[in-house]
């Protein structure tokens, strides 16, 4: 198979210096990209426990501005129905800062954290990855609880600022928790596909995280750590109770995100070259 795959290759009258251009063009194939993303995962199922924390820590503040920045899109803009448009634009900011800046987000972890444990599938690598899952999770939410409660009070922004954030996140209340894992499923595969993308796009990482983040935002899709920023400003500011906001909004987003993310997307990414690897 080899010996023809080179005389194939020997066809075409090419010269060193253009098959060097060739191979620098080629697509990278599906298993190597699996590889990659695997590594890069099981390099983050090794981290210590401290750094996953404050890393999930500061993935919780940054996300926070991807509402900041959709609501004050939305602030300054008439209610049309082109609208949407605009400003899904402002809720990819977070996940720039998250994605770009390598800090972890639960979402991401889907795929990345869920390869090494599908390639290698014992009870050791299962328990790291619940580590891993569990430590990000708490330590995004923390983030986005923490600065919930510093706009709520006036610590951070202005009252207008607040305001914006308010009607923004009272779209949340008009879905039950089947509704929320429904249009939390989208969400999660779309950000689990960034990590796949991202090894491939050849410079253009920052298009790719904006393209698919807001896609997010225009479907209305539930992003569970996006999404508890809402959840908690909706709480502080006494419009529902942070029970409601816990296991009401956040535990069906999260289940969604799950299901998307590792339940289709990843497992998915893993059947295609299973027989490969």
């Known amino acids: 198979m080899s010996d023809e795959l080179e005389d194939r290759e020997q066809d ?5 210096q253009e098959r060097d251009a060739v191979s620098d063009r080629l697509a990278a194939s599906a298993r190597v990209i699996h590889e990659v993303v695997r590594r890069r995962g099981d390099e983050e199922l090794e981290r210590p426990t401290g750094s996953l924390i404050w890393s999930g820590l500061a993935g919780g503040v940054a996300i926070s501005t991807s509402v900041l ?18 400003t899904s634009i402002g809720y990819t900011l977070g996940f720039v800062i998250v994605i770009l800046g390598n800090l972890q987000l639960f979402t991401e972890s889907t795929l990345s954290a869920v390869l090494p444990v599908a390639t290698h599938p014992s009870f050791g690598n ?16 923390v983030g986005t609880l923490f600065i919930a409660g510093l706009n709520n009070y006036g610590v951070i922004g202005s009252p207008e600022q607040r305001d914006a954030m308010l009607a923004l996140s009272r779209k949340l209340l008009e879905h039950d928790w089947l509704d929320t894992v429904k249009v939390a499923i989208p969400a999660g595969f779309l950000i689990a596909a960034v990590p796949w993308l991202l090894p491939s796009s050849r410079g253009q990482q920052f298009l790719v995280v ?14 569970v750590v ?22 009401g909004i956040i535990f ?3 289940l969604g995100n799950v299901i998307g993310g590792t339940g289709l997307f990843a497992l998915l990414a893993h059947a295609q070259v299973q027989q490969e690897i």
Do not use: C, K
């Open 252 to 254: 069906p987003a999260l």
């Open 12 to 16: 075409i009258d090419l010269s060193d």
């Open 210 to 223: 904006i393209f698919l983040t807001y896609f997010i935002a225009l479907g209305g899709f539930a992003h």
């Open 69 to 86: 920045g959709q609501a004050l899109l939305e602030s300054r803009l008439p209610q049309a129905t082109w609208s949407p448009l605009v």
């Open 126 to 141: 299962l328990g790291r990855l619940l580590r891993l899952w569990s430590l990000v999770f708490v330590a995004n939410m």
């Open 226 to 247: 996006a999404g508890s920023g809402e959840a908690w400003l909706l709480a502080f500011a006494g419009e529902t109770t942070f029970a409601h906001s816990a296991f």
